[in-house]
């Protein structure tokens, strides 16, 4: 089955600093990729998707780029302010039978001023 | 955005007891809604596919018969889970696909059986 690998937290950084959580997949075929967040006390919400090879996903400023080659899912931003304190989580979907997400474990991001 | 919501947000509930919980899609209607399971410190785990009007589509390993599901309407699915056990304390969270394909999460449900 589909499996999903991201960096564990918690990762801490300070405002303004450069922000990326690694993602990797294993899938069969060609899966949609995505990336959630969920903020304290709150679901999960998309933060940003893309559904085919080279597809850039974008969004808040957040940026992730569907890479074949090295079957991953990067998520980056440039600048992170203390509002994007939150748990990412990376997913992919295969599609079939089942059709629900997989995730990754999640990843606990704490933004510090 | 479309908003799911999931009732109760936390239920503390006897062991041999039934727990039902809520998963509404408040301002779209979904064919197809999704429980999901996790457990602290781990990722969300697909526990059943819940399709309106049919029967839901279980995961290999989640027991059908401790797991109720029941998908009444667009805009309605409900998860009970029968004779609770502590081992069945969990957070569960419930999704509803919308028409296109994205999956908008509940904020949770959060079972302590004692």
């Known amino acids: 089955g589909d499996s999903v690998t991201q960096m564990e937290g918690p990762v801490t950084l300070s405002e303004e600093a450069f922000l990326t959580i690694n993602c990797t997949y294993t899938a069969t075929g060609y899966p949609s990729l995505f990336w959630y967040v969920q903020y304290p006390g709150e679901g999960l919400q998309l933060l940003l998707k893309?559904?085919?090879?080279?597809d850039k996903g974008s969004n808040k400023g957040f940026e992730a780029t569907y890479r074949k080659e090295t079957t991953s899912f990067h998520l980056e931003k440039g600048s992170v302010q203390v509002s994007d304190s939150a748990v990412y989580f990376c997913?992919?979907?295969?599609?079939?039978?089942?059709?629900?997400?997989?995730f990754g474990k999640g990843t606990h991001l704490i933004i510090q001023p | 955005g479309a908003v799911v919501s999931q009732h109760p947000s936390w239920v503390i509930c006897k062991s041999g007891t039934s727990v039902k919980i809520e998963c509404r899609s408040l301002?779209?209607?979904?064919?197809?809604m999704f429980w999901y399971r996790q457990f602290p410190k781990q990722s969300l785990m697909l526990m059943a596919t819940?399709?309106?009007?049919?029967?839901?589509?279980?995961e290999q390993g989640v027991e059908k018969d401790k797991f109720l599901i029941n998908h009444a309407s667009l805009t309605l699915s409900t998860l009970t889970v029968t004779s609770a056990h502590p081992e069945d304390s969990s957070f569960y969270i419930c999704?509803?696909?919308?028409?296109?394909?994205?999956?908008?999460f509940g904020p949770g449900t959060r079972l302590l059986v004692l």
């Open positions: 999704s509803a696909r919308s028409l296109t394909e994205t999956q908008y």
């Open positions: 819940s399709n309106e009007g049919s029967k839901a589509t279980y």
């Open positions: 893309a559904t085919k090879a080279d």
């Open positions: 997913a992919c979907h295969s599609g079939g039978g089942a059709d629900g997400l997989t």
């Open positions: 301002d779209f209607q979904a064919t197809t």
